[in-house]
């Protein structure tokens, strides 16, 4: 036994080592449990009426179809727990967030812990397992690559999804050596199918399992067959479930979605080797890496070979080096639900799409470590093995601890994102904060950056100007929009916003003619439009067309109720048009619903002293 085997092997280091890791991660996110709710936590936890009750389960377990959550009814019940212990208290989540981590990365643990005692890898790594184990478990925990997974609490998909990817593949290894081994199998299978009701990435997991079973339990897999296909049947039921949850995602996912399979795995190429990056060097974590972009090969030569290579380098060390082949497929088999070749038009990337595949890094890194130093057999590595393991965690975790502090507010994120990785999506959303926080022309100023790659900025861009009455600039905005959209279904109620404002601010100009026009074309997209027929026939009374205000007026009380200041100016139509009854009626109705409105009593009590 080598002195680096003696020094590591301790007996009954497991409790310990359990407690380290809890410790670890306790204190790594503590500054992040008063994090405010963010963007997608609106949906998910602030106007979710779905976890605002435990019973009946039915509706618990039915998340809004509107939200992310849409597929993932075993996340909203988790969120109606914490609903039920705290209100909207953002603690509340927050720890249960930073939980889910901690029991992640002690189930993790134990994974790795019972792999290297299995019988392939038993006389080289198991009296050195718990300390190897618990290296990977700690770097893996408080990696700041998580911070994303744990802080933002919405990812908490990711979070539950990972708990039942790793409890399924350890209770399948349970399985394999337990003498109860139908219960550690039926524990897998329950477990594969909560995990799918987190998020459908765990589809992947049965892929895993059999795997696993090939490389450390079996010589091949007629064997693994043999002796697993009962655990194996019950895993590939979950693709029936998953494949219903693909059901509740609407069409930004997928081969019928506006970005092609090649540009996005081009595009996919860039962002896993970033990922890589981040993963030896993470002191730039972005949020919102935006939508993907249209790239050809050229573009992305270096990450694409980098990508295919170690791609090439897994499938031949599967046959050669096994064990380290299983690391690799690890990684790419979880990065390819998101990160290959079917298209996510909302997200190009996510660094919690590296939640679980990091492990594969970190194991495979944590190991050749090890063997390096077993091989130098020299007294001083071992104590520099352990002093080089407590740098890297605190670094790790001092820099986790900075990233948390980015959550604290809006602002704080989105700045990093627009600093880190600039796109149009992340200014148009930092442009927002920015106005809530009454920082108008900073707002204005992202606005104006973001208007390049994101046509939505435009059109709000064109209504603050509005709103500053700035109409000259505001008109050229919009109508720049509308030429940018033009043809897209889904745009059709933007570009009648749009032709909306433009009608208003060609009004505040006295160019009635021009804004009757711009008005008359929003209603050909929406004729029963009762807000548009409203504004239009305020333009048409101003400019003394009072049949074609009556006209529009009562189209607009048909499409809603009516208002003092519409059923008042209708009177005043008919009053010009010699329909006095009428009149007296409408401004009768309007003083119905605000008695105090002045200019229908005025009118009101004129028409009625007027002689027949």
């Known amino acids: 036994m080598s002195q680096l085997h003696r020094y590591i092997n301790t007996r009954n280091v497991t409790p310990a080592a359990s407690c380290l890791i809890v410790l670890a991660g306790a204190l790594t996110y503590a500054n992040s449990l008063s994090g405010p709710l963010l963007f997608d936590d609106q949906s998910s936890i602030l106007t979710n009426a779905q976890i605002r009750h435990l019973w009946p389960l039915v509706e618990t377990f039915t998340p809004p179809r509107d939200s992310v959550l849409a597929s993932r009814p075993i996340v909203n019940f988790s969120f109606a727990i914490n609903y039920a212990i705290g209100g909207l208290s953002v603690r509340g989540y927050h720890i249960g967030n930073v939980t889910l981590h901690i029991v992640n990365a002690l189930v993790l643990f134990g994974i790795i812990r019972r792999t290297l005692t299995t019988s392939k890898l038993r006389d080289r790594f198991a009296t050195a397992s718990d300390g190897i ?55 897998a299978i ?22 696993y079973d090939r490389i450390f339990f079996c010589d091949s897999m007629r064997e693994a067959w043999r002796r697993r296909r009962g655990l194996y049947a019950g895993l590939a039921a979950s693709w029936l479930e998953a494949a219903a949850m693909l059901t509740s995602h609407n069409n930004t996912v997928g081969f019928g979605a506006s970005v092609s399979a090649w540009t996005y795995l081009l595009n996919q190429a860039q962002m896993i080797a970033h990922y890589l990056q981040l993963t030896v060097w993470p002191h730039a974590l972005v949020l919102d890496y935006g939508s993907p972009r249209s ?151 992202q606005l104006r950056l973001a208007v390049a790659d994101n046509p939505q900025a435009q059109y709000v861009l064109g209504s603050e100007l509005y709103d500053r009455g700035q109409f000259d600039e505001a008109i050229s905005e919009l109508r720049a929009f509308i030429a940018r959209v033009a043809g897209h279904a889904a745009s059709r109620y933007d570009i009648i916003a749009s032709r909306n404002l433009i009608g208003l601010c060609l009004a505040q100009q006295r160019k ?101």
């Not at 809603?560 to 409408?586: D, H, I, M, P, S």
């Open 190 to 211: 329950v477990s594969c199918l909560l995990g799918v009701g987190c998020k459908e990435s765990m589809a992947t997991a049965p892929l895993i399992v059999v795997l």
């Open 295 to 445: 790239l050809v090969l050229m573009d992305v030569l270096p990450q694409a070979a980098l990508v295919a290579g170690l791609v090439v380098l897994t499938v031949v060390a599967l046959f050669v080096r096994p064990m380290a082949g299983f690391l690799g497929a690890w990684f790419f088999i979880g990065l390819a639900p998101t990160s290959s070749f079917v298209p996510i038009v909302s997200e190009v990337g996510a660094e919690r799409r590296m939640y679980l595949p990091l492990a594969a890094v970190v194991v495979l890194v944590v190991i050749a470590a090890y063997q390096f130093l077993e091989k130098r057999q020299r007294h001083a590595a071992i104590p520099a093995a352990v002093v080089s393991l407590a740098v890297v965690v605190v670094a790790l975790a001092y820099t986790t601890v900075q990233r948390n502090r980015d959550y604290a507010s809006p602002v704080s994120l989105l700045q990093t994102s627009v600093d880190r990785w600039p796109h149009g999506r992340a200014r148009f959303n930092f442009a927002t904060v920015l106005k809530q926080q009454g920082r108008g022309d900073d707002a204005m100023a």
């Open 133 to 187: 184990a618990l290296a990977c478990a700690l770097i893996w925990m408080v990696h700041p690559l998580q911070t994303e997974s744990v802080d933002y609490v919405t990812q908490r998909t990711e979070l539950m999804m990972g708990l039942f990817y790793l409890l399924t593949l350890y209770c399948a290894i349970r399985a394999m050596t337990s003498s109860r081994a139908d219960r550690w199998q039926g524990a």
């Open 512 to 612: 009635l003619t021009e804004a009757v026009d711009e008005f008359q074309l929003a209603l050909q997209l929406d004729p029963e439009n009762a807000g548009l027929h409203g504004n239009l026939a305020f333009i048409l009374l101003q400019d003394r067309n009072f049949e074609g205000a009556r006209q529009h007026y009562e189209a607009s009380i048909r499409g809603q109720a009516g208002n003092a200041f519409v059923l008042t100016n209708l009177g005043v139509a008919l009053q010009e048009l010699g329909q006095f009854g009428e009149a007296k009626e409408r401004f009768r109705q309007a003083l119905a619903i605000d008695r105090n409105y002045a200019e229908a009593r005025i009118r009101l009590e004129r028409l009625e002293l007027r002689k027949p």
